[in-house]
Every structure is written in structure tokens, then in C-alpha cells.
């Protein structure tokens, strides 16, 4: 199975700074077969980014995501207090699927 | 698109459960379901897929024979269920909707709870 490791495991910033958030797969995630999601306490969990730089539909321009072979960023430019949450990475090069630990973005 | 997912329970070690996950807002068929389970204090884990318009399958290997997917187009319901409940099985369960490989739309989970 292919890991996921997310880093850091905490992240905390204020409103209007850029988040960066990491995630190292322990194997090459072929055609950049990689999915960001959104989960906050309560909510269903929300997509946000595949492919690993696409949109997925109604998430604004101040999410990005980028990286190949085993190295992904999702970047958040300006932080909305909205955004403090936990994220999680998701690769779907291959079965299963899988999902790294996490990165908790909570306010300084 | 709406996934909604039937309400917690609270089973005992051996028991046998089935929930549920109602999609509305599309056509059932147009997606594949996926479950991932959350454990306490843990992460996400996919526990595999279900296509609703011919019920293949792919279930993790770290899931299969424990669990079943099945589907009810008549309903637009997908289901999880378990025939052997573990204490190990305590988690939240959520259906998400989407392609074959990632999850597009989430249901709201379904906690469940096995304690003798």
C-alpha cells in the first residue's frame, strides 16, 4: 500500500497568512493521482482538490495544490477564518486507496 | 447531490448491521459509492467502492470478508453491512459519491458503537 505522510501534523496561523501543507507518498503517485480533502468537526468531509492542481467545483482561487512523484503541496494563499480545519490527503494511483494522517490548521 | 446516511447505533460483539446512505440530487447510477471509516483519534481509511449501476465491487483487503456493499437502485440506497460486529468496528462510517477514485460528495457519517 502506498503512505501517506502529512506534514506538519499541526499547523497554527493567524487570518491572511498562506498556509503550506505537505504530503510525502512512500512511493510514486503515478499521473499525479492526488486528492486533497477538506473535514471539519461535524461536517461531512469536502473535496477540494484532485489531480493534484484541479478545483473541484465551488472551491475558491485561494486553494492550490501542486507537486508529482512523491511530493504534493496544498496551499492556502490567504487564510479565511472559515479554513481552520483538519486536511487530509488522498492518493488514488493505486488499490487501495489511500488517505494520510492528516494536518490540523487551527488559529494562532 | 445529497447523501444521507442512516442515524448511529449501539450494537454488541457478534451482532449483525446494516446502515444506509440515500443519494438524491442525481441519478444513483452516475456514481460510484465509496465507504471510509474514521476510528477514534485516527485518520481516514477507504474501506472500498460499490458502482451502483452493476454492483462491481472493490473492497480494501483489509476490509474484505468483514464487510459487504450492496446497493438498491429502486431506492437509490447504497449499504454497508456487517455480519460479525467487532469492538474493533467503533467508528464513524461514511458514503461518499463520486468517480472510481476519488470522492466528490460526502454523506454526514454514521457512528457506530460496539460494546458488550
Not at chain 2, 37 to 51: F, Y
Not at chain 2, 66 to 84: E, G, I, P, Q, R
Not at chain 2, 95 to 113: I, K, Y
Given at each position: 500500500?502506498?503512505?501517506?505522510?502529512?506534514?506538519?501534523?499541526?499547523?497554527?496561523?493567524?487570518?491572511?497568512?498562506?498556509?503550506?501543507?505537505?504530503?510525502?507518498?512512500?512511493?510514486?503517485?503515478?499521473?499525479?493521482?492526488?486528492?486533497?480533502?477538506?473535514?471539519?468537526?461535524?461536517?461531512?468531509?469536502?473535496?477540494?482538490?484532485?489531480?493534484?492542481?484541479?478545483?473541484?467545483?465551488?472551491?475558491?482561487?485561494?486553494?492550490s495544490g501542486s507537486g508529482s512523484g512523491t511530493d504534493f503541496t496544498l496551499t492556502i494563499s490567504s487564510l479565511d477564518?472559515?479554513?481552520?480545519?483538519?486536511?487530509?490527503?488522498?492518493?488514488?494511483?493505486?488499490?487501495?486507496?489511500?488517505?494520510?494522517?492528516?494536518?490540523?490548521l487551527e488559529i494562532k | 447531490v445529497q447523501l444521507v446516511q442512516s442515524g448511529a447505533e449501539v450494537k454488541k460483539p457478534?451482532?449483525?448491521?446494516?446502515?444506509?446512505?440515500?443519494?438524491?440530487?442525481?441519478?444513483?447510477?452516475?456514481y460510484s459509492i465509496h465507504w471510509v471509516r474514521l476510528l477514534p483519534g485516527k485518520g481516514l481509511e477507504w474501506m472500498?467502492?460499490?458502482?451502483?449501476?452493476?454492483?462491481?465491487?472493490?473492497?480494501?483487503?483489509?476490509?474484505?470478508?468483514?464487510?459487504?456493499?450492496?446497493?438498491?437502485?429502486?431506492?437509490?440506497?447504497?449499504?454497508?453491512?456487517?455480519?460479525?460486529?467487532?469492538?474493533?468496528?467503533?467508528?464513524?462510517?461514511?458514503?461518499?459519491?463520486?468517480?472510481?477514485?476519488?470522492?466528490?460528495?460526502?454523506?454526514?457519517?454514521?457512528?457506530?458503537?460496539?460494546?458488550?
Amino acid at each position: 500500500d502506498i503512505v501517506l505522510t502529512q506534514s506538519p501534523d499541526t499547523l497554527s496561523l493567524s487570518p491572511g497568512e498562506r498556509a503550506t501543507l505537505a504530503c510525502r507518498a512512500s512511493q510514486s503517485v503515478n499521473s499525479g493521482s492526488l486528492a486533497w480533502y477538506q473535514h471539519k468537526p461535524g461536517q461531512a468531509p469536502r473535496l477540494l482538490m484532485y489531480g493534484p492542481s484541479s478545483r473541484a467545483t465551488g472551491i475558491p482561487d485561494r486553494f492550490s495544490g501542486s507537486g508529482s512523484g512523491t511530493d504534493f503541496t496544498l496551499t492556502i494563499s490567504s487564510l479565511d477564518p472559515e479554513d481552520f480545519a483538519l486536511y487530509y490527503c488522498q492518493q488514488y494511483a493505486s488499490s487501495p486507496f489511500t488517505f494520510g494522517q492528516g494536518t490540523r490548521l487551527e488559529i494562532k | 447531490v445529497q447523501l444521507v446516511q442512516s442515524g448511529a447505533e449501539v450494537k454488541k460483539p457478534g451482532e449483525s448491521l446494516r446502515i444506509s446512505c440515500e443519494g438524491s440530487g442525481y441519478s444513483f447510477t452516475t456514481y460510484s459509492i465509496h465507504w471510509v471509516r474514521l476510528l477514534p483519534g485516527k485518520g481516514l481509511e477507504w474501506m472500498g467502492t460499490i458502482d451502483p449501476s452493476d454492483s462491481y465491487t472493490n473492497y480494501n483487503p483489509s476490509f474484505q470478508g468483514h464487510v459487504t456493499f450492496s446497493t438498491d437502485k429502486s431506492v437509490n440506497t447504497a449499504y454497508l453491512h456487517w455480519s460479525t460486529l467487532r469492538a474493533s468496528d467503533t467508528a464513524m462510517y461514511y458514503c461518499a459519491a463520486g468517480g472510481p477514485f476519488f470522492f466528490d460528495f460526502w454523506g454526514h457519517g454514521t457512528l457506530v458503537t460496539v460494546s458488550s
